[in-house]
């Protein structure tokens, strides 16, 4: 019974987690990006290095696209590989949205402590 429970926890952990990776993609491509130039595949694998899960390919390069389309991030070819770049316009997004961190993290606790 007890590992029931304990495996049941893992795994709304873990769609917690995948949800909010989904939700919040293009926010965590932009912080990855302000790290420095990687490619899409790297983006995978650096959420499954961090998250513990692969996202799909679609999410993540049609997210890259729309960021790149909105003058977010640049793309150009490296070889064989598409890099991507944030640029001036990414960086004022970034950093909005992390003034905004506090009051997302307060509704989130709040969400999970019950409260309104």
């Known amino acids: 019974m007890m590992k029931t429970i304990h495996t049941d926890k893992r795994g709304l952990l873990l769609q917690i987690r995948k949800r909010t990776v989904k939700n919040f993609m293009d926010f965590l491509i932009l912080s990855i990006l302000r790290k420095g130039a990687v490619s899409g ?6 959420i499954f290095d961090n ?3 692969l996202p799909s390919s679609g999410s993540v ?12 991030i640049r793309g150009f070819w490296c ?4 890099i991507y770049i944030l640029t001036e316009e990414g960086e004022k997004a970034i950093e909005a949205a992390s003034a905004s961190l506090s009051i997302i993290e307060n509704t989130i606790l709040n969400i999970f402590k019950g409260e309104n």
């Open 79 to 82: 070889r064989k590989k598409r």
């Open 61 to 72: 390069y049609s997210t890259l696209y729309a960021l790149e389309r909105k003058g977010l």
């Open 51 to 53: 998250f513990g899960f």
């Open 41 to 46: 595949y790297d983006i995978i694998t650096i």
